[in-house]
């Protein structure tokens, strides 16, 4: 999926926002990041979103970014998880890496087009998606965008790529929230 595509989306298309989560997820990780649509270098991105690389990286991390001690955040993010069924495997990121928050959307965003013809099961899936965004997902894209400080344009890129969709995921999912 290019960067046009992806800015490009059908936000009515829950396929649509499904696949930008999933290549937005993919090109937060080291590897995706190289391989995708950004084709950013391996030292930029380290230089960029590694703070054990370089003390002005911003962390890629949403505790990095929240001044509470981060194990409630934790907490939190895996209720989320595992109440639609996820668990974390061995090895994986940490719950608030961006790239598995991204994910997570992901995956409430296809969970939505499997549930279209079921109006209780969508509510309950949108309302989900409202409540992640607002209190995570939206919350650590705007700390990145507050405090990336990187003089490469494909990371500068990547995270304005995300922060424009997210913003328009954000509009869309606050249709749903509760009055």
Excluded: W
Aim: glycine letters at 6%; proline letters at 4%; charged letters at 25%.
């Amino acid at each position: 999926m290019s960067t046009g595509e992806i800015l490009d989306v059908d936000m009515g298309n829950p396929a649509g926002r499904s696949a930008v989560y999933r290549a937005l997820a993919e090109a937060f990780t080291y590897a995706g990041a190289r391989d995708g649509p950004f084709r950013i270098d391996g030292a930029d991105y380290n230089d960029a979103f590694d703070p054990s690389i370089r003390d002005a990286a911003c962390s890629l991390r949403e505790g990095a970014h929240i001044e509470d001690d981060a194990s409630g955040l934790f907490e939190e993010l895996m209720r989320f998880y595992t109440f639609f069924g996820l668990e974390r495997e061995e090895g994986a990121e940490m719950p608030d890496h961006l790239s598995v928050e991204l994910e997570f959307m992901h995956y409430l965003t296809h969970l939505e087009s499997q549930v279209a013809d079921r109006p209780d099961d969508l509510a309950s899936v949108r309302l989900a998606q409202h409540d992640f965004i607002e209190r995570h997902l939206s919350r650590l894209v705007n700390a990145l965008c507050g405090k990336l400080d990187s003089p490469s344009t494909a990371c500068v890129a990547l995270v304005e790529t995300c922060a424009a969709f997210i913003g328009a995921e954000r509009a869309r999912a606050k249709e749903y929230a509760p009055a």
